[in-house]
């Protein structure tokens, strides 16, 4: 059983930088890959980024790689996703996701969600 609740987003102005956070609770969180969705209107829900249970084993999409990082501290039970550069297309309500393995969550299968947080970036 786990639970997610994100925070962090916001309205940011084009080029600007705006940081995430995931907070988790649940005897498996720490066990779980975490990561990233976005959903805007009239786009596919896509996924933006995550990791495994160690931190070790990082995936990114193609349109964030280079500009965002996603990391977690198990002490604090906490999952951030650092974004730079951020343009119109990133404008999505984002969604912290946790499941099994990272290859479970990439495919948005037997996942656990949180509630979303909005991000708008404006010119």
């Known amino acids: 059983q786990v639970q997610l609740v994100e925070s962090g987003g916001g309205l940011v102005q084009a080029g600007g930088s705006l940081t995430l956070s995931c907070a988790g609770s649940?005897?498996?969180?720490?066990?779980?890959?975490v990561g990233w969705f976005r959903q805007a209107p009239g786009r596919e829900r896509e996924f933006v980024a995550g990791l495994n249970w160690s931190g070790r084993n990082i995936h990114y999409a193609d349109a964030v790689s280079g500009r965002c990082t996603v990391s977690r501290d198990l002490a604090k039970n906490t999952v951030y996703l650092k974004m730079n550069i951020l343009n119109h297309y990133d404008t999505a309500v984002y969604y912290c996701?946790?499941?099994?393995?990272?290859?479970?969550?990439?495919?948005?299968?037997?996942?656990?969600w949180g509630q979303g947080t909005q991000v708008t970036v404006s010119s």
């Open positions: 649940g005897r498996s969180f720490t066990t779980y890959a």
């Open positions: 996701a946790a499941a099994p393995s990272i290859t479970t969550l990439k495919q948005q299968g037997g996942g656990y």
